[in-house]
């Protein structure tokens, strides 16, 4: 069975100030794909990053950074500098190899950031 | 352009009725999906499909039935047999297992 926590529900900060997302998963399956996911207000999903199990390198994009550690199992997302067009709501998904290419979400984190 | 469509962007129904939401792409993506998502419970898997004339029930696919006649278009009919329907849905498209899913932008259902 797979599993994906994310649990800080709400977060808000005022712009400029760094963010944080956590986002713990659970697989049996030694093989593995994590994926974030940006839901703004209007709806449709984002996509922003994969990563494979077997890659633990992190990985910078613009004021983007994701952190991902096996040892606690833990696949985090930091936005640098937030600004107003970041507030959305953002989920951590894990697809494992043997899932028939089956997503696991998180419940979401709804970021807001104030201006 | 490329990309996964949804239609209609909102939908109402009466009770007793069968309502079905379009998901077309024209990606070539062999595998599509159909998600429910409701307020804080994140996106669960309704149905999926790997190929054409193919798909499996996902986590919550009572009160739901899909088709694949077409490698472009995954219906979904949300049947009156689920109590509940009212929640946003969203449809993705994929190619292969370590790829994203590409969503499409959602239909909300509402019941009248």
């Known amino acids: 069975a797979q599993k994906v926590t994310q649990a800080q529900t709400e977060i808000s900060v005022v712009e400029k100030e760094d963010v944080t997302l956590d986002c713990v998963y659970e697989t049996r399956d030694t093989t593995y794909y994590l994926f974030w996911y940006k839901q703004p207000p209007s709806g449709e999903l984002v996509f922003l990053i994969r990563?494979?199990?077997?890659?633990?390198q992190n990985e910078i994009s613009g004021r983007y950074s994701w952190n991902f550690q096996k040892s606690t199992s833990s696949f985090n997302f930091t936005i640098t500098a937030s600004q107003v067009v970041d507030s959305a709501v953002y989920f951590c998904?894990?697809?494992?190899?043997?899932?028939?290419?089956?997503?696991?979400f998180g419940k979401g984190t709804l970021l807001t950031v104030n201006p | 352009d490329g990309g996964i469509t949804q239609s209609p962007k909102y939908l109402f129904r009466k009770e007793g009725q069968n309502v079905t939401l379009s998901c077309e792409q024209n990606l070539n993506h062999d595998a599509m999906y159909w998600y429910r998502q409701d307020p804080g419970q994140g996106l669960r898997l309704i149905y999926y499909?790997?190929?054409?004339?193919?798909?499996q029930k996902g986590d919550i696919a009572e009160g739901y039935s899909v088709s694949r006649e077409k490698k472009e278009s995954f219906p979904l009919t949300v049947t009156s047999a689920q109590k509940n329907p009212t929640a946003f849905y969203l449809c993705?498209?994929?190619?292969?297992?370590?790829?994203?899913?590409?969503f499409g932008d959602g239909t909300r259902l509402s019941i009248l």
């Open positions: 993705a498209g994929g190619v292969n297992s370590n790829q994203p899913q590409h």
């Open positions: 998904a894990l697809r494992g190899e043997a899932s028939n290419y089956k997503l696991t």
């Open positions: 499909s790997q190929i054409v004339n193919d798909f």
């Open positions: 990563r494979n199990s077997f890659d633990e």
